[in-house]
């Protein structure tokens, strides 16, 4: 739902490449806003959107991050990768014995993240995944050219913090009722985050 992916969308499509979009979801079950904006994005370009809960999700819960004493872990905390996802979809799913995955980040989006693109270019784009970042070199003004033409719509939270939520937090304090009561139920300290903004 962020920028750079729904601008790796246009791109590809622009270049006339089908593909299966993906994605993860920050709690099991996913945010009803995420939900809300996948939904639109599906009926504006006619392609399923597979969902799935993001691994960290699981590590999160393990690690009892945001959790009250007392509160119990659910009997069954689910362990995989990214990749893993990527099988279910490519193999399991569609029966391809061979895919790619393009991934949406930029090098300008962070310093690790130009350090792994740069490395996987050198390598001529040889990693486990089978990885590559069609908009890595993109400019901000070329990216934004790209999702106005899409007429895909970025998601709310870009009226508040400029970004999409991509962290429990951001997903808290942008979120709305629906949304906090889903991520509560998992992390019950949560609230202590719009505690610690206000102050």
């Not at 709690?27 to 939904?39: K, N, V």
């Not at 193999?91 to 989006?109: I, L, M, T, Y």
């Not at 310093?111 to 890595?136: C, D, Q």
Request: hydrophobic share 35%; charged share 30%; net charge negative.
């Amino acid at each position: 739902r962020g920028k750079d992916s729904v601008g790796a969308w246009a791109l590809l499509d622009k270049c006339g490449i089908d593909f299966t979009p993906y994605y993860l979801m920050q709690a099991y079950g996913g945010l009803p806003s995420e939900h809300r904006h996948l939904d639109r994005i599906e009926r504006l370009t006619g392609k399923k959107i597979h969902r799935y809960t993001h691994p960290g999700f699981w590590d999160l819960v393990r690690k009892r991050v945001f959790s009250a004493p007392g509160h119990d872990l659910p009997a069954k905390l689910l362990s995989y990768e990214i990749g893993d996802v990527e099988i279910e979809i490519a193999r399991f799913e569609n029966g391809w014995d061979d895919w790619q995955v393009a991934n949406g980040c930029r090098k300008s989006d962070s310093h690790n993240r130009m350090m792994v693109i740069s490395r996987f270019e050198k390598t001529g784009w040889l990693n486990p995944r089978k990885v590559v970042y069609p908009v890595a070199d993109l400019r901000y003004d070329e990216l934004e050219l790209l999702i106005e033409e899409s007429g895909i719509p970025l998601p709310h939270e870009y009226r508040s913090i400029v970004r999409s939520t991509d962290d429990l937090v951001n997903a808290w304090l942008t979120g709305d009722a629906d949304d906090r009561a889903a991520l509560e139920k998992w992390f019950p300290a949560i609230p202590t985050c719009q505690f610690r903004h206000a102050i």
